[in-house]
C-alpha cells in the first residue's frame, strides 16, 4: 500500500441499503477525512477525524457516520442510503505540522 | 455560503501560451492556501501552496500569487501544456486551526489545446 487507498472504486446501490466505504491510509497520518464532490459544488467535507478514537462533523455530515478505531483506518457509513447520496467520495488524510491533506482516488457511489 | 470562489467555471489556453486561474475568498482568517488538480476519475492531488507571510511561490511551470487584500490568488502556469488540462481547485484553512479543514472553490476546468 502506498498513500490512501479507497474500496469500492464504483457502487451502485439500491435505496434503503447500508453501505460502508472504506479508507486506508499508510502513511501514519493522525487526521483523516472524508468528501463528497458533485457536479458544480466542489468538495464538501462530511466527517473528520484528528486522531485515532476521535471524530467530528463537517459541513454536510447528515445520513452518514464515521468510526476511527486505528490511525490507519477511516471508515464511513451510508445507514440507509438515499438517491441524493450518489456522488464521488474522497477520503483524505494530513501529517502533523502541514496543511496539505492528501486524497485517495475515489468510490463513484451510485443510489438508485 | 461560499468561502472560497472560483467564478470560472471553465479557461481554454492555446498550448505554450500561460494559464491564469483565480481564486477569491471571503474568511481573513485564512492564513495558507493550497491548488489541486484533479483528473478524471481520480482524487485531486496537491500541486502548490502559499502562506500568507509570502505574496508569491513558484514551483517550476506553476506559481501562485496572493494579494491578501484583495482577498484573491492565482494560480499561473507557463507555459501551459496539454497534459495541464484538468480541473483545478483552490483551498484554503486557517493554519492555527487543530481541525486542518479545507475550504475549497467549486473548480475551474483547464483544457490546453495544440
Known amino acids: 500500500i502506498a498513500g490512501i487507498t479507497q474500496a469500492p472504486t464504483s457502487q451502485i446501490l439500491a435505496a434503503g441499503r447500508r453501505m460502508t466505504l472504506r479508507c486506508t491510509q499508510d502513511m501514519r497520518h493522525n487526521a483523516m477525512y472524508w468528501y463528497r464532490q458533485d457536479l458544480g459544488l466542489g468538495l464538501r467535507l462530511i466527517h473528520y477525524s484528528n486522531t485515532a478514537g476521535t471524530t467530528g462533523k463537517g459541513e454536510v455530515p447528515d445520513g452518514y457516520s464515521v468510526s476511527r478505531a486505528n490511525t490507519d483506518d477511516f471508515p464511513l457509513t451510508l445507514a440507509s442510503a438515499v438517491p441524493s447520496q450518489t456522488s464521488v467520495y474522497f477520503c483524505?488524510?494530513?501529517?502533523?505540522?502541514?496543511?496539505?491533506?492528501?486524497f485517495g482516488p475515489g468510490t463513484r457511489l451510485t443510489v438508485l | 455560503d461560499q468561502q472560497v470562489k472560483q467564478n470560472s467555471p471553465s479557461l481554454s489556453v492555446q498550448e505554450g501560451r500561460i494559464s491564469i486561474l483565480n481564486c477569491d475568498y471571503t474568511?481573513?482568517?485564512?492564513?495558507?492556501f493550497l491548488w489541486y488538480k484533479k483528473y478524471p476519475a481520480e482524487g485531486p492531488t496537491f500541486l502548490i501552496s502559499?502562506?500568507?507571510?509570502?505574496d508569491k511561490n513558484e514551483d517550476g511551470r506553476f506559481t501562485v500569487f496572493l494579494n491578501k487584500s484583495a482577498k484573491h490568488l492565482s494560480l499561473h502556469i507557463v507555459p501551459s501544456q496539454p497534459g495541464d488540462s484538468a480541473v483545478y481547485f483552490c483551498a484554503a484553512t486557517s493554519g492555527g486551526s487543530t481541525l486542518g479543514r479545507l475550504y475549497f472553490g467549486r473548480g475551474t476546468q483547464l483544457t490546453v489545446w495544440p
Open positions: 502559499i502562506s500568507s507571510i509570502k
Open positions: 483524505a488524510s494530513r501529517g502533523q505540522h502541514t496543511d496539505t491533506q492528501y
Open positions: 474568511n481573513s482568517m485564512f492564513d495558507y
